[in-house]
């Protein structure tokens, strides 16, 4: 059984920030890439940050230079520090992580932490 539980969201103002966090719970499995995703209302999910198992990250170009994802392995969690927070980064973000069960890789998701940010 694989669960992945956020934490971090919330209201802040517009130039502030949040850092988020999803601790995987996970036995006997290995995670590969873990990163963020976002839904805001009358949106597709999109991807925000990732970043793998070796640390190799990657952003999307709406939140490069004011996002930072990290994780601690040993912890099986990822973090997402978000600075200078605009109106537009409001949505529900998704913490996932890939596993490797078997030889097999399944993507697992947390279940969502509002971010508002008003203006």
């Known amino acids: 059984q694989v669960q992945l539980v956020e934490s971090g969201g919330g209201l802040v103002q517009a130039g502030g920030s949040l850092r988020l966090s999803c601790a995987a719970s996970?036995?006997?499995?290995?995670?590969?890439?873990m990163g963020w995703y976002r839904q805001a209302p009358g949106k597709q999910r999109e991807l925000v940050a990732t970043?793998?198992?070796?640390?190799?990250?990657n952003y999307a170009d709406s939140v490069k230079g004011r996002c930072t994802i990290s994780r601690d392995n040993a912890k099986n969690t990822v973090y997402l520090q978000m600075n200078s927070l605009k109106p537009e980064d409001t949505a529900v973000y998704y913490c996932?992580?890939?596993?490797?069960?078997?030889?097999?890789?399944?993507?697992?998701w947390g279940q969502g932490t509002q971010v508002t940010v008003s203006s």
């Open positions: 996932y992580a890939h596993v490797i069960r078997g030889g097999v890789m399944n993507i697992y």
């Open positions: 996970i036995s006997g499995f290995s995670i590969n890439a």
């Open positions: 970043i793998t198992s070796g640390g190799s990250t």
